[in-house]
């Protein structure tokens, strides 16, 4: 199981960009998925998960400007990005729960995809 993240780049203040993550391999099914962040000496933080029904949660400094979705047929969640601030630049990383063919719920995380916000 492989989770690809793509999307990344770099992005002015006030700007948008779109990130995707999709899943391959073998696997049952996809249960929650999210987005975490890690800024430069910082510890790994959440940014957005989804439920495999559509339950959202995004951490305070995000609400309002960012939106996480998912696809189930493509096996994608993305994340929209609005009004990105300088604090937003960190690497993104992609986060899955999903059933492997043993039926066992096993998490897989993506490699990670740089934003950077500058001017």
């Known amino acids: 199981v492989q989770l690809v993240e793509s999307g990344g780049g770099l992005v002015q203040p006030g700007g948008f960009l779109r990130l995707s993550c999709a899943a391959s391999g073998t696997f049952v099914s996809i249960n929650a998925m999210g987005w975490y962040r890690q800024a430069p000496g910082k510890q790994r933080e959440l940014v957005a998960t989804?439920?495999?029904?559509?339950?959202?949660n995004y951490a305070d400094s995000v609400k309002g400007r960012f939106t996480i979705s998912r696809a189930n047929a493509t096996k994608t969640v993305f994340l929209q990005m609005n009004s990105l601030k300088p604090e937003d630049t960190a690497v993104y990383y992609c986060?899955?729960?999903?059933?492997?063919?043993?039926?066992?719920?096993?998490?897989?995380w993506g490699q990670g995809t740089q934003i950077t916000v500058s001017s």
């Open positions: 986060k899955g729960s999903l059933r492997d063919s043993d039926y066992v719920l096993r998490v897989y």
């Open positions: 989804i439920t495999s029904i559509g339950t959202t």
